[in-house]
């Protein structure tokens, strides 16, 4: 798969060199006018056929997936103290299966969901005078950076809990029995002992959490916008109600039947990027957790 990947996506690469990630200029550097020009077949002005600049889905990749990672790394690590120390027995017994099935929920069923529920609030939101303010550069709509990364968070959520509960309840009972021995109250106990011995798992948790984020196709291409957009910070409100398309979604909605045509080897350029990332994330994660395994515990 990888060689298949990077054979089909060279071509891509060795056209535009580094410059591939990075923007482009004018009326050129719109990936949508990029994408149109290969699939027809008519170079740009001044550029070859497989002419690409990447930036606008790349930084649409870093936003949605950093939003909603950082978001449920809080999120699941509260959740999963909670299972784990405080839920009465009854209460794991109905959440814990209900956290596996929402592991498994197919990603469309997400952004159908989203769709009919969420974006439509965002929408609301927006206002017409922010819509009306923006709207010569880009259309606003409740599909979005703020509905894809909320809807990313919920998907991402049930694996990163699941991780973190299984190593918080692996926590030998006499280590937080030595603490509260010591006059540590319950809540420090946990802090200061279950989650520190569990952050091995942490780590793991948010590498599965930030690679399922980054592959991630189908839900952002319903979310996010459909449209290759680089949201400015500097817009203030205005850049969470910006659309987005990261890379994975346009792999879904580029990708034609023929891997031997330009747009072709774009879209494996792209996945090969996507390989890449997630292996040195799990590389680094790897690194981080070595020192953190001789004082903890680990998946």
């Known amino acids: 798969m990888l060689l298949t990947v990077l054979i089909n996506g060279w071509p891509s690469f060795s056209t535009n060199g580094l410059a591939w990630f990075g923007p482009g200029a004018g009326a050129n550097g719109d990936p949508v006018v990029q994408f149109r020009a290969m699939q027809t077949g008519t170079a740009l002005p001044g550029h070859p056929l497989l002419y690409f600049r990447a930036w606008p889905?790349?930084?649409?990749?870093?936003?949605?997936?950093f939003g909603a990672v950082v978001i449920a790394l809080v999120i699941s690590t509260l959740a999963a103290i909670f299972?784990?120390?405080?839920?009465?027995?009854?209460?794991?017994?109905?959440?814990?299966?209900?956290?596996?099935?929402?592991?498994?929920?197919?990603?469309?069923?997400?952004?159908?969901?989203?769709?009919?529920?969420?974006?439509?609030?965002?929408?609301?939101?927006?206002?017409?005078?922010?819509?009306?303010?923006?709207?010569?550069?880009?259309?606003?709509?409740?599909?979005?950076?703020?509905?894809?990364?909320?809807?990313?968070?919920?998907m991402i959520l049930p694996i990163m809990i699941a991780f973190t509960s299984g190593a918080l309840a692996a926590v030998p009972a006499h280590w937080r029995e030595g603490s509260v021995a010591l006059g540590a109250n319950r809540w420090r106990t946990v802090w200061r002992v279950s989650v520190r011995a569990a952050r091995p798992a942490i780590v793991s948790a948010t590498v599965f959490g930030t690679a399922r984020a980054l592959g991630e196709a189908i839900m952002l291409a319903m979310l996010g916008g459909g449209r290759p957009f680089a949201p400015n910070p500097l817009?203030?409100?205005?850049?969470?109600?910006?659309?987005?398309?990261?890379?994975a979604a346009s792999i879904v909605k580029e990708f034609g039947d023929d891997p031997n045509t330009p747009i072709g080897h774009t879209m494996y350029a792209i996945g090969a990027v996507l390989l890449f990332s997630v292996a040195l994330l799990s590389l680094a994660a790897w690194a981080v957790r070595q020192p953190l395994k001789r004082y903890g515990i680990g998946i």
């Open 235 to 247: 817009d203030g409100l205005t850049f969470f109600f910006e659309p987005i398309q990261p890379l």
């Open 83 to 154: 299972l784990t120390e405080f839920a009465p027995p009854a209460a794991q017994r109905v959440l814990e299966p209900v956290i596996r099935l929402l592991a498994g929920v197919p990603s469309v069923i997400y952004g159908l969901v989203g769709l009919l529920l969420i974006a439509p609030w965002v929408n609301g939101l927006i206002g017409n005078g922010r819509k009306e303010s923006v709207q010569y550069v880009v259309q606003l709509s409740g599909s979005c950076l703020l509905t894809a990364t909320l809807v990313l968070t919920v």
């Open 57 to 65: 889905l790349i930084w649409g990749t870093l936003l949605s997936t």
